[in-house]
């Protein structure tokens, strides 16, 4: 009786868990390490024009020529910062789920449409709201008479597309690391029943 070859576990187990593409992971590196810079200068020159347009500023002063501290300044820092660290991990997560529900087939067809829908609308939402008050927070004045392509617009929009593409990354790796730990548990748990 000829031997019958036994199918590969881990590739079995896996079935129903897409594998990422190895690629991505080296690509979407790459690029992170070569976004961080980008995205810290930005926001090093946000900082700056903050600063330089606060209405509550004394006169002469300025980011590079600082007087006394305000109260109104240690608050801009606080919201600039810890908002922009909260921003990047809300846009990670769901940029990671949204990765997540198209590579694990286990989701249903409906748990997967709702994800994707709530998750883009979070995602194409939280963006318009964040691009429409930065650029008027930062200048410390609404920009809606100046040009779309005004230097306040390009300065705020840069910064907030650097870091939402910074995001990719760690979203996908995730993603990787779980279909990783996935394949190992089973193809575990299936050599665990065949020597049963």
């Known amino acids: 009786m000829p031997h019958q070859s036994s199918p590969n576990p881990k590739t079995a187990s896996t079935r129903r868990f897409r594998q990422p593409p190895a690629w991505g992971t080296w690509v979407l590196g790459i690029i992170f390490l070569l976004d961080v810079p980008v995205v810290l200068l930005l926001a090093f020159f946000m900082w700056w024009a903050v600063t330089d347009n606060a209405p509550d500023i ?6 590079m020529d600082p007087c006394l501290a305000t109260p109104g300044e240690y608050t801009r820092s606080l919201v600039f ?25 286990r989701e249903s067809a409906d748990s997967r449409r709702t994800t994707i829908v709530v998750t883009s609308a979070l995602i194409v939402g939280l963006s318009a709201v964040v691009l429409c008050v930065l650029s008027d927070w930062g200048h410390g004045r609404p920009l809606v008479s100046e040009q ?16 939402f593409l910074s995001t990719l990354y760690p979203a996908y790796f995730a993603v990787r690391a779980r279909y990783c730990r996935y394949a190992d548990s089973r193809a575990s748990a299936a050599i665990g029943e065949t020597d049963s």
């Open 148 to 163: 779309f392509w005004s230097v306040g617009r390009i300065e705020s929009y840069a910064y907030f597309f650097a870091a």
């Open 58 to 63: 004394p006169p002469g002063c300025s980011f």
């Open 81 to 105: 910062c810890l908002g922009s660290i909260l921003l990047w991990v809300v846009f990670a997560y769901s940029i990671y789920r949204l990765l997540l529900v198209c590579f694990d087939a």
